[in-house]
């Protein structure tokens, strides 16, 4: 992945990343982060991995240059208790651009489901509306 990002970076190709990546990048995007410092999602190692393309890169997370830190909003719940319902969720799901896609993103929104009855994943669909 990062030879790919490396290449798309020095070509200057224009390039979107969707999806879940399974990290909660900072403190910001998991709601009990103290809970979860040592499970798989929110290790160090993992952050590191993101902060090596977010924070000390040249790609751009979507959602947080539109939605200042949060918390939240999330994109993903346990199926485990109340998680969908206390909104202890993760943001794991990401919109990663080159610089060039990133400026054309005008609109971020989290389709969270409006009850736990009504979800059809335990993830939510981050959408993001470009200028073309």
Do not use: C
């Not at 060039?100 to 993103?105: K, L, N």
């Amino acid at each position: 992945m990062d030879a790919r990002l490396e290449r798309a970076q020095a070509t200057g190709e224009n390039l979107l990343i969707t999806g879940d990546v399974n990290i909660a990048h900072t403190n910001h995007d998991i709601k009990n982060w103290k809970g979860n410092l040592k499970k798989a999602g929110f290790l160090p190692a993992e952050r590191d991995y993101l902060d090596r393309w977010i924070t000390h890169g040249e790609w751009v997370d979507v959602h947080r240059r539109l939605v200042p830190e949060g918390p939240g909003p999330y994109t993903w719940w346990s199926q485990r208790g109340q998680a969908f319902d206390n909104d202890a969720g993760w943001r794991i799901d990401y919109h990663l651009a080159t610089s060039r896609v990133a400026d054309a993103a005008l609109t971020v929104q989290v389709g969270r489901a409006e009850s736990y009855a009504e979800r059809w994943s335990d993830h939510a669909p981050v959408i993001v509306d470009y200028e073309v």
